[in-house]
Structure formats: C-alpha cells, structure tokens
C-alpha cells in the first residue's frame, strides 16, 4: 500500500517510464505500507531508482574490473590510491568529475564489490542533482569498501521478499573457500523482478550469482550461498531536497516516514563497517 501524506491517493504514473511504473504497482499493491510525504517524493524515488539500475549497467559495460584491495588501481589523474586500496579525490578534482571518469575510463579502475556498489550510488544521485550540489555534499570523497559520505544516508531494512530494482542485496557464501576470502559474498544491484548486477560476476538471476558463489566452497562442501533478508537504499526523501526544482521549505523538515519496518544505518555484507 502506498500512502501519501497518510491517505491513500490516485496518482497518475500514465507518463512515467515503465520500471517507474512497475516499481509503483508493485509497492501499490505490497501488504506492506510506504509513506511519502508528497508525491514529489514519490516521483523522487522512481527516478533515483530508475538511476540506480542504470548506473548498475553501466559500470557493467564501463570496463572496470574486478580486484581485492590490495591489488585495486585507480586513474592517477582523479584518484590517489590509498594504503589500504581506496581511492581518494584529488584535491584539484571534483567529486562530479572523479565519479564520472570511472564510467568513462573503466580500464583503467580495479576494486572489490562493495566498492562498486558505492560508486553505482553515486554516480545515480550524481545523474538526478545538480553538479555544484553534488560536489558540496560529497566532498573530500574517499571510495572504500562500505564507507561512504553521511549525506547518501543508506538504510538498512530486512525483507528481501519485498525489495524493487534499486535496491541492494546481499548473497552471502558461508563456506567459501580460505584462499577466496573475498567471494564471502556478493553485494548487488537489483535490476528487475529476479535480475542482479554484481561487480565482477555481472548480470544475473539470483540463482546464477548462487550457482557462482557455489564454485567458490570449500572443496567437498554442501552448504549453498543463498540471498539474505538485507535490503539497503538511499534515504530517498531526504536527498529529495537538492533536486532541481526541489520544493525546500516543503522538504527541508524532512519528515521520515517508515515502512513500518525498523531501519538502520549500517551495512552487514562486508567486513569492514561504515561509522
């Protein structure tokens, strides 16, 4: 069910694109409840996550590749290439430019899939904001792992059974194999009903990240990867307030209605952790 302002109201979608309309429907008809303050937040959210799933594809086809942290690279031009296999901005380049030149010159950047996920992110709400807004929020930018910049605000909930393209699943492998570490898991993009983009396995169904996940066991082991209950996206309403034409005095309380389901601020599909 989907409530705007607390009332169930008639919201015409006949000319918002088909994902948008699809995501709509199904949160329309979900026996959960989902709250928007206004129907600019709900639009909002299309749009952001049409973005998302774009930005998922194209990073797929960017030529980016994939690497542990010790072995993660990065152009020189944009990024330094921290210690621990980070990137961080350059002081003479903005984030806008930084995150752009990764779609633009993929060959040239390795990393883990945590990392790509947050790029993917960016780079969305980078597509749905204003350059010089963009740049304000996300300065000094540092990608690594789960760590991100406060103001992308993801949430965590539970309930993968009621996650929409744009949101982000974990599969996790809990026998994997002591010299693959780093296939513990996969973080991924959902695309579609039963569609996942993963840096450095690529577009699958959830049964094909599986069954890749599956290759990467302990030898003889029976014990199957699988998705798990986590979902994490953007706090869309608050990012709402720095879209062009953004209503501010509407949104700038930025009155955070739930799902009815608690959140949390903090990712589990890594082993490092955002603080």
């Known amino acids: 069910m989907i409530l705007i302002a607390g009332e169930e109201r008639t919201v015409d979608v006949s000319s918002w694109p088909q994902l948008a309309k699809d995501i709509y429907e199904q949160k329309r008809t979900s026996p959960r409840t989902y709250n928007y303050n206004s129907i600019y937040h709900l639009q909002f959210e299309m749009t ?21 942290f010790e072995k993660s690279k990065c152009n020189d031009q944009y990024w330094k290439l921290t210690d621990e296999g980070g990137f961080q901005l350059k002081m003479a380049v903005t984030p806008a430019e930084g995150i752009r030149d990764i779609f633009r010159n993929g060959r040239q950047y390795s990393f883990e899939c945590a990392t790509a996920i947050v790029i993917v992110l960016y780079k969305a709400v980078l597509d749905v904001i204003q ?51 780093q ?28 069954n890749r996940l599956n290759q990467l066991r302990r030898p003889g082991s029976v014990t199957s990867a699988y998705m798990t209950e986590q979902v994490v996206f953007p706090d869309f309403l608050y990012l709402s307030q720095f879209a062009p034409g953004a209503d501010r005095l509407h949104n700038i309380a930025l009155f955070h209605f739930t799902t009815g389901i608690p959140s949390i601020r903090v990712l589990i599909g890594s082993q490092r952790w955002h603080a």
Request: hydrophobic share 40%.
């Open 48 to 68: 952001l996550r049409i973005k998302i799933v774009e930005a998922a594809d194209a990073l797929d086809q960017s030529g980016v590749s994939f690497a542990t």
């Open 131 to 181: 350059d010089h807004e963009f740049n304000r929020l996300f300065a000094n930018l540092l990608l690594y792992d789960w760590h991100y910049d406060s103001d992308l605000r993801l949430i965590q909930e539970q309930g993968s059974q009621y996650s929409y393209p744009g949101d982000i699943l974990y599969f996790k492998n809990p026998d994997v194999a002591p010299e693959t570490p």
């Open 183 to 210: 296939w513990q898991g996969e973080n991924a993009v959902k695309l579609d009903d039963d569609l996942y983009y993963g840096h450095g396995i690529g577009i699958l169904p959830a049964q094909g990240i599986i």
